[in-house]
């Protein structure tokens, strides 16, 4: 399958009064061609700031890629001049954001602000773009499109809200889709059904989705690999079987217990404990020590070596490397 992004070491630090925030420490993936890939953790895990680096759209300052790489395509986008990134932004690549509200303009009515990007990026005259306008609320399952056209963002429930935005996202066929928290201001049956839209948009059309997310439930479905990040890094990858089914960090763990879960009935749900650490002076070993139940003498000293469960299994534990079990086990026939 072609690859279509390539992060690459990424680096994304803040500069602020109280000092510099390393709010992405070093974090590598690659999307393919018509691939859902899940980027999940905690609020101010970097998630968003990497989503963000990818649509550079960092504000510098205070922010700035202070390291690594994004190729999208083929082209490097950390280097790549504004006036260019602009003819990428929203037309080969789209963002859709957690409130559907604020990404629609209340003042122009939803064939307007579906027809724009058409008319000024693919150059196609106020008849085709309306042709093409109304070929997308169809696909999106908006009823009566030829009405709804002239009508006004207000005029619309919440959920009917998010599909127009995916339709205005996906109208000049970007090949990466990238939804930061999509549905997370839904309620849980509209959720559902925003999910299966992204399934059957992608079925449609082929374009890759980055998902963004805290709510490792969400992505159980449709994610075709699931992206743990912690405290800036990616601390677990793998399939979404891999890391739904058999997650190894002690923090992959503790978000699925505290995910409900449709297929196991009755199971309490778990909050994780703490809160992660200060990024102005990120701690020099795991960053998930002060939260570990499995914490050991070298987790808070050094940073666990990535070990490789399989080839698309990934995790950095060092309850997982065979140098540590090695020396559990020795102190374990001392005792
Ligand atoms: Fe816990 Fe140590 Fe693994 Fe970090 S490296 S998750 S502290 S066992
Ligand atoms: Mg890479």
Redesign the pocket.
Known sequence: MEKILDVNDLHVTFTTYGGTVKAVRGVSFDLHKGETLAIVGESGCGKSVTSNAIMQLIPDPPGKISNGTITFKGKELTTIPEKEMRSIRGVDISMIFQDPMTALNPTLTIGTQLTEGLMEHRKMSSAEAKEKALEMMELVGIPNPQERLKQYPHQFSGGMRQRIVIAIALICEPELLIADEPTTALDVTIQAQILELFEQVQEKTGVSIILITHDLGVVAKIADRIVVMYAGKI?EEGTRKEVFYEGQ???TRGLLKSVPRLDIKGEKLIPIDGTPPDLFSPPQ?????A??????E???KVY?LQTELSETHKV??????ER?KQLLAQAADKN
């Open positions: 601390i960090h002690p923090y070993g795991c960053p998930f020590t939260r570990c139940p499995m914490a050991m070298v987790c808070d666990p950095d534990c060092w309850l997982q490397d540590a």
